[in-house]
Every structure is written in structure tokens, then in C-alpha cells.
């Protein structure tokens, strides 16, 4: 059975650091992509960055890169998103979500792409 569960969430100020962690059982990361996502008040689920495969390829939105980084401990199940330079517009409820190989590079971001989702952590950027 595919669980994830993620957790870290919380309230930073503007230009802070958060890191998420989304704990997987059921599977091997090494079979399944692990996509974070984020949904803020009043918005569309839109992805924020990816990782696959057993190179561990990762992939992000414009809007994310090189602040945020994706990266997984496969001794731990756990796949986690380092979150820097926050900004307020960063607010939302970020979850993780998981598919098994292979996937096409064009949907990894694409929210209605992906069957199994944890329940979301809030991430709140404000002074």
C-alpha cells in the first residue's frame, strides 16, 4: 500500500529556510517518481519540483529554482524539499505525491499526472 506522509511545514519570515520531509512506505524510491506540489487560498495545485529514477534526475518550476532542492534518503524512505529565500508567495500547502516508473518528462509537473498523495504540510512566509 503507497503511504506518504509529509511533515515540516510551519511560519517563516521572508527570506528564511524551511525543510519538508515526505516519508514513503509501501515502495522503493528508486521505482517510483516523488513530485512536490504546493496549493495556496484560492489557486490551483501547481508542481514545484521532482525527482526519479536511480540517478535521482530532479526537475524544477521556474519559480523555484535554485532556491529550492529536492533530494531523497533512500535508507530512510524519506524524500525531502529544502526550501530557501523564502518568499511570501511561497505560502501554501505543499504535498508530496508518487507514480511509479517510468514517467514522461512532460507531466512531471503536472498535478492531475499523479495517483498517490500524501495529506499536505502548511508553509506560511510572512513577517
Known amino acids: 500500500q503507497v503511504q506518504l506522509v509529509e511533515s515540516g511545514g510551519g511560519s517563516v519570515q521572508p527570506g528564511g529556510s524551511l525543510r519538508l520531509s515526505c516519508a514513503v512506505s509501501g515502495f522503493s524510491l528508486d521505482l517510483y517518481a516523488i513530485g512536490w506540489f504546493r496549493q495556496a487560498p484560492g489557486k490551483e495545485r501547481e508542481g514545484v519540483s521532482c525527482?526519479?529514477?536511480?540517478?535521482?534526475?530532479?526537475y524544477y518550476s521556474d519559480s523555484v529554482k535554485g532556491r529550492f532542492t529536492i533530494s531523497r534518503d533512500n535508507a530512510k524512505n524519506t524524500v525531502y524539499l529544502q526550501m530557501n529565500s523564502l518568499k511570501p508567495e511561497d505560502t501554501a500547502v505543499y504535498y508530496c505525491a508518487a507514480d511509479p516508473l517510468p514517467r514522461p518528462e512532460a507531466v512531471l509537473l503536472l498535478p492531475r499526472a499523479w495517483d498517490y498523495w500524501g495529506q499536505g504540510t502548511q508553509v506560511i512566509v510572512s513577517s
Open positions: 525527482i526519479i529514477g536511480s540517478d535521482a534526475r530532479t
